[in-house]
């Protein structure tokens, strides 16, 4: 088993009776048989309520079987995170347990991934994407702008859409589909839009491959656009997408251009759809 990396570790973050009603847990990432590098930030995500839909108010994880537990980051909708860097190569194995009011609930099933070690393919059910649970904002930036996001994938296939949370600015943007080097595989103009989500085609599909990194962005001539700071700090194993950190990109300038700037690990709200 892979040793932590230097993390504050705590025995336990409450003390309270177990309940069967406390929360349950869903791992959005990693997925089962991904791997990582030694040294390699990986992102562990997820979300926790109880009964229908209340979030917990708190997640733990170990990675020692119970011995010691460290406390996930917890947003108000349920959503979770926490950010393991491990240090040698091997499995690593973790468990989870959530609180409501005070009652823990059970620890969880095993989740497995490598480190140094080869992965496996993760089952999907596509068309797939890897969007996380965001809390984005409406940024004021009122200039010309292309934002978008850098990621591999791990099987062939294709891509053949985007999706994007509008910021302020609702009317006509640019979609964008980048392969290495900032080679440009796909543009189209998608129309203005009265609500904040847009779901776009890409027609014709584009081939994707293992182990290239891909980028989708949209430019916008009126800035406009929804961020989320400190959302990218680590990579994001959610097959078939690799995520790696500072995966969100943008560049200034009119009619847009090749995203490659990076501004605190941040999430602009656009991504990719594959089928295989």
């Known amino acids: 088993m892979a040793v932590l990396a230097a993390v504050s570790l705590v025995v336990s973050g409450a003390s309270a009776a177990m309940a069967s009603n406390a929360p349950w847990h869903v791992v959005y990432a990693p997925s089962v048989g991904a791997s990582a590098e030694v040294g390699e930030p990986v992102l562990i995500t997820g979300f926790s309520y109880v009964g229908e839909g209340t979030p917990a108010h708190g997640v733990e994880l170990t990675f020692d079987d119970g011995v010691t537990w460290a406390e996930a980051d917890i947003n108000s909708n349920g959503s979770w995170r926490y ?96 392969g290495p080097g900032g080679t440009l595989l796909h543009e189209h103009v998608e129309p203005a839009a009265t609500t904040r989500y847009t779901s776009a085609a890409i027609t014709p599909p584009v081939q994707a491959q293992p182990g290239i990194d891909y980028v989708v962005s949209y430019y916008t001539p009126e800035g406009g656009y929804q961020a989320s700071e400190d959302f990218y700090t680590g990579t994001l194993f959610h097959a078939p997408y690799i995520v790696r950190a500072d995966a969100g990109v943008y560049h200034y300038g009119e009619g847009g251009g090749f995203p490659t700037d990076t501004w605190h690990h941040s999430n602009y709200t656009i991504y990719p759809s594959f089928v295989s």
Do not use: K
């Not at 934002?147 to 296939?157: K, M, Q, S």
């Open 83 to 178: 950010l393991f860097t491990p240090v040698q190569s091997g499995d690593v194995v973790f468990r989870m347990r959530g609180w409501y009011n005070g009652e823990l609930g059970d620890i969880s099933p095993p989740r497995t991934f490598h480190v140094g070690t080869p992965s496996s393919l993760a089952p999907i059910y596509c068309p797939c994407t890897f969007r996380e649970s965001e809390l984005p904002h409406d940024d004021m930036d009122a200039v010309p702008v292309e934002l978008g996001v850098r990621f591999a994938v791990d099987r062939p296939g294709s891509l053949n859409g985007v999706t994007f949370r509008r910021g302020t600015y609702r009317g006509p943007v640019t979609i964008r589909v980048w």
